[in-house]
């Protein structure tokens, strides 16, 4: 399989943090739209931005922005098809999703899905970490999946589509639905899929650095 694409997913409404652009705040005098680029840009071969409102707000990022394909935002399903139908137009077979509000996500992450997507007929896998003792009963095999951090094939853009428009939201139904995986990354004394929700998330994250 050809190298596949990128897309980070910024299109939510940050609630939790108030509203505005999780993606544009600064951690570490940089902001984590910045970092997470950096972090995915050597793991694939070109990288969206999927967002919604004013593209403009992002131009400094130089990448290009695309918006939920869908209205009402729906969910980060619609991000992974606004990435899904730029790659196609870009003659990719794949693309990877990761979160904006994610900075220290795997720098192997890219390696690690397609292997684990090796003998699919369509490639398709979510990220994974093994869960707290508390959590395994609500996690398929004690894994604890991050559906905003995976590996999505072009093919099934359309059925996608088709499935957002009848009113699935939940990630992991429709990975189900295709023979979806998982990889289990490591997050023993540190959660490499932490992401920021809140200001004292982002305090955290300070600290992390």
């Given at each position: ?186 997050a023993a004394g540190f959660d490499p899929f932490f992401n920021i929700n809140t200001p004292e998330d982002l305090s955290r994250a300070?600290?992390?650095?």
């Amino acid at each position: 399989m050809k190298q596949p694409f990128g897309v980070i997913l910024a299109g939510g409404l940050a609630t939790r943090m108030g509203g505005g652009d999780k993606a544009l705040l600064s951690l570490g005098g940089r902001s984590l739209l910045d970092r997470v680029t950096e972090r995915l840009a050597p793991q694939v071969g070109a990288v969206l931005l999927n967002a919604n409102g004013d593209a403009a707000r992002f131009a400094a990022s130089g990448l290009p922005v695309r918006p939920d394909p869908l209205p009402d935002f729906p969910g980060p399903l619609a991000g992974v098809l606004a990435g899904l139908d730029w790659a196609a137009e870009q003659g990719a077979e794949a693309v990877v999703s990761v979160a904006a509000d994610t900075p220290f996500f795997p720098e192997d992450l890219v390696p690690r899905l397609l292997l684990a997507a090796e003998g699919q007929a369509h490639p398709l896998v979510l990220a994974a970490t093994e869960g707290e003792a508390e959590t395994r009963s609500r996690a398929r095999s004690g894994l604890i999946r991050h559906p905003t951090f995976g590996l999505w094939p072009v093919a099934l853009r359309d059925d996608l589509r088709a499935s957002l428009r009848d009113g699935l939201r939940k990630v992991v139904l429709w990975t189900e639905r295709h023979g979806g995986r998982e990889t289990v990354f490591p997050a023993a004394g540190f959660d490499p899929f932490f992401n920021i929700n809140t200001p004292e998330d982002l305090s955290r994250a300070e600290a992390m650095l």
